[in-house]
């Protein structure tokens, strides 16, 4: 609530906010479409394929909700900055996550097989490599910002 607010002819969406969306949407598109195709070429089983693919698609997403908090400042340092929605909403989405992998009754629901530790691991370090790639390429661009 530090800056004034936005005009009111200004437009929500420019079209440097929605190529960077569209940027963010194929890479992980096909980071999940690669896991996902990997998973069945080595002969994992479909309903694991769809776990290990949602739970990227999840952790993931956390990574881009967590860069695209701000394009001028780093992540590291926006999460200095106080904001307890976006910890019960990321705590929140993870404990679902773990119930609906873990726990046999809504993994059913859903189809999933189970995940093993390097599974979730895989997960992660997908997640991570959003998060990470996304940074970078907004380092690359700060100057200008």
Same mark, same amino acid.
């Given at each position: 609530?530090?800056?004034?607010?936005?005009?009111?002819?200004?437009?929500? !969406?420019?079209?440097?906010?929605?190529?960077?969306?569209?940027?963010?949407?194929?890479?992980?598109?096909?980071?999940?479409?690669?896991? $996902?195709?990997?998973?069945?070429?080595?002969?994992?089983?479909?309903?694991?394929?769809? &776990?290990?693919? $949602?739970?990227?698609?999840?952790? &993931?997403?956390?990574?881009?909700?967590?860069?695209?908090?701000?394009?001028?400042?780093?992540?590291?340092?926006?999460?200095?900055?106080?904001?307890?929605?976006?910890?019960?909403?990321?705590?929140?989405?993870?404990?679902?996550?773990?119930?609906?992998? $873990?726990?046999?009754?809504?993994?059913?629901?859903?189809?999933?097989?189970?995940?093993? =530790?390097?599974?979730? =691991?895989?997960?992660? !370090?997908?997640?991570?490599?959003? !998060?990470?790639? !996304?940074? =970078?390429?907004?380092?690359?661009?700060?100057?200008?910002?």
């Amino acid at each position: 609530m530090q800056r004034p607010p936005r005009l009111p002819y200004a437009r929500l !969406f420019d079209a440097e906010i929605l190529q960077r969306g569209l940027l963010q949407g194929s890479v992980l598109l096909i980071i999940v479409l690669a896991i $996902f195709g990997l998973s069945l070429y080595r002969g994992m089983a479909a309903d694991e394929a769809r &776990a290990l693919t $949602f739970t990227t698609l999840v952790l &993931a997403s956390i990574g881009l909700i967590l860069t695209n908090r701000s394009w001028t400042r780093p992540a590291l340092q926006t999460l200095r900055s106080p904001n307890p929605a976006l910890w019960w909403v990321t705590g929140g989405a993870v404990v679902i996550l773990a119930l609906i992998i $873990f726990l046999p009754v809504l993994s059913g629901l859903f189809s999933f097989g189970a995940l093993h =530790a390097v599974d979730v =691991a895989l997960c992660v !370090f997908a997640g991570l490599i959003i !998060f990470t790639l !996304f940074e =970078a390429f907004k380092l690359i661009r700060a100057p200008r910002l």
